[in-house]
């Protein structure tokens, strides 16, 4: 799963591109990153490996957002949380095919990588969001 | 008794009045609240006895105007003097403070004027939430259309899972500070709201609404620190600052252990507890930083003022409004006396400067001897806490 790519979080959305939710995993204490760093918060290792993680995980918390910035107005009121991976680690992100009344602490989602491609250069791209399992 | 060893000394305070002050630029408001601090120090000779500053201002973008502390300073009258802007988000001007702390220590400067200022209500609503939302993780919250609200919104979501908090609860934080609010002639909003206005306002970001958020305000404050040995050559009437903690988490929310606590505030409380040798109960009266009611609940249990988990319970028993065993926000917080980001810091300071020196008036607390503020960067990236005490 190791490559050249660089540890950056623009190479985690160009993975993320590719339908896969990649992180970093630190060659010293085993610390895995999810974006991945160049230096690690836990040891100082600055040796990294690529490991695929699954998608699936659990809602933690959400939120519906009703007054929105300038870039989101159109898509108000929108649902957005933070989900727990099966692997623990959490992302934010929105939360896409579920009725706002029905969003619930513990419901499974997973990632939906559907929006995300490279077409338009970084940091332009779609971004990825959550939907039911 | 609390007799804690002073760090450094305020010997005067300055606040400009909070609201929307149009017609006016930062440096303005600032001058303001400068203008105050040098009428209550009569003794103080501004050009000879100031050798630094610190500023807190968290954006430029409001006013298209970065570089504040030497624009402060100017406006101040005090040019040629080190004069240093401090940014930590909403904690802006709790970093100028424990910066003046460090200076004033070092000995390097044994007199540092420090304070804040944001001008902000001549932007649009989105504006502003975009502004605040840079304070938050980029690539991943904002990015994805998480706002500031939106970040408070699911801390509340997870606590009101946890523990059973509820909205009513949350509604008792706004109603309380809107009734000392009420009592403070500098406050933007003197008016006492009811639990039924609150609950039924708008929703912002659930199951947050508008009562549940502070208010965008224009304002600048200010405090003289020295050192403890000199403070009785400026005022009579000093008040000591007996511990200072700051620490820091993680940018973004979703990294974070706990959605239901700061681990900033623990860490920068218990810093200032333990140089302060003072415990939570000890507290006679605080200013907390309530940008949202459920960040005054989470910040009652991670300061120590209950355990966690009843934050909610403690907003609605009556014991942190006036009168009560222990007074919180009698300025009316961040919610009602208003929140110019890079000023609120020391203005929490200057509340309790008034209130440890008897000059709090209507919103008095009696015999307030220990006081504690408590200023949040952002989502809880940065937290800062003080303690001070009064002379006697």
């Known amino acids: ?33 999810l974006p991945p760093r160049p230096l690690c918060d836990n040891c100082h290792g600055q040796e990294f490996a690529w ?38 680690l959490k992302l934010p992100g929105m939360i896409t095919g579920v009725p706002h009344e029905q969003l619930r602490i513990g419901m499974a989602l997973t990632v939906d990588f559907g929006a995300c491609t490279a077409a338009q250069p970084w940091p332009q791209w779609p971004r990825y969001c959550f939907k039911p399992a | 008794m609390v007799d804690g060893k002073p760090l450094v000394s305020i010997v005067s305070a300055g606040l400009s009045k909070f609201g929307k002050r149009e017609g006016l630029y930062a440096r303005e408001l600032f001058a303001e609240a400068v203008k105050e601090a040098f009428d209550r120090c009569p003794r103080l000779e501004p050009k000879r006895d100031v050798k630094a500053m610190f500023v807190g201002h968290m954006g430029e973008a409001y006013e298209h105007q970065g570089h504040t502390g030497a624009a402060a300073a100017d406006w101040a009258g ?70 500031f609200p939106g970040l408070y919104a699911l801390m ?60 965008i305000t224009d ?11 000199l403070a009785r050559r400026f005022t009579d009437q000093p008040v000591h600052i007996i511990g200072a903690g700051q620490a820091s988490d993680s940018i973004g929310l979703y990294e974070r252990q706990s959605l239901t606590s700061l681990q900033a505030t623990k860490l920068a409380a218990q810093k200032a507890y333990q140089m302060a040798q003072v415990k939570p109960e000890d507290v006679d009266v605080a200013e907390v930083h309530d940008c949202f009611t ?16 009843e ?53 008095q607390v009696k015999d307030a001897r220990v006081g504690l503020t408590h200023n949040v960067g952002g989502s809880g990236a940065t937290a800062t806490v003080h303690i001070y005490r009064s002379e006697t």
């Not at chain 1, 790519?5 to 590719?18: D, G, M, N, S």
């Not at chain 2, 304002?219 to 403890?228: D, H, M, N, R, V």
């Not at chain 2, 008034?354 to 000059?359: A, I, K, R, S």
């Open chain 1, 51 to 88: 490991m695929e993680i699954s998608g699936k995980g659990t809602l933690v918390s959400f939120t519906v957002i009703h007054i929105a910035p300038q870039q989101f107005q159109a898509s108000a009121p929108y649902a957005v949380g933070i989900m727990q991976l099966e692997n623990g």
């Open chain 2, 294 to 309: 459920i960040a005054e609940i989470i910040a009652y249990e991670d300061i120590g003022f209950c355990r966690a988990g």
């Open chain 2, 311 to 363: 934050g909610g319970k403690l907003a609605e028993s009556g014991e942190t409004r006036l009168g009560g065993r222990l007074p919180v926000n009698t300025s009316g917080g961040l919610k009602a006396k208003g929140h110019p980001v890079g000023a609120t810091g020391t203005a929490q300071a200057y509340e309790i400067y008034l209130q440890l020196t008897g000059q709090a008036e209507r919103r």
């Open chain 1, 1 to 33: 799963m190791s490559t050249e790519a660089p540890f950056t979080i623009e190479q985690f959305y160009k993975f993320l591109a590719q339908g896969k939710l990649m992180a970093g995993k630190c060659m010293r204490c085993g610390k895995i990153h």
């Open chain 2, 78 to 147: 005090l040019l040629n003097i080190p004069a240093t802007r401090t940014e930590a988000a909403c904690a802006s001007s709790g970093a100028a403070l424990l910066s003046g702390v460090y200076a004033v220590l070092s000995g390097l400067a044994d007199v540092v004027l420090v304070g804040g200022v944001e001008k902000m209500t001549h932007r649009s609503t989105a504006e502003v939430t975009e502004y605040l939302a840079m304070a938050s993780d980029y690539p991943f919250e904002q990015w994805h259309g998480i706002t």
């Open chain 2, 156 to 215: 509340a979501t997870a606590h009101m899972h946890a523990y059973g908090t509820t909205e009513v609860q949350m509604a008792h934080v706004a109603v309380k500070n809107h009734y000392h609010g009420s009592l403070n002639p500098k406050a933007q909003m003197q008016k006492e709201i009811t639990l039924e206005a609150a609950l039924t306002s708008r929703v912002v970001a659930s199951p947050l609404k508008l009562y549940d958020c502070s208010l």
């Open chain 2, 219 to 229: 304002g600048a404050s200010c405090l003289i620190l020295t050192k403890p040995e």
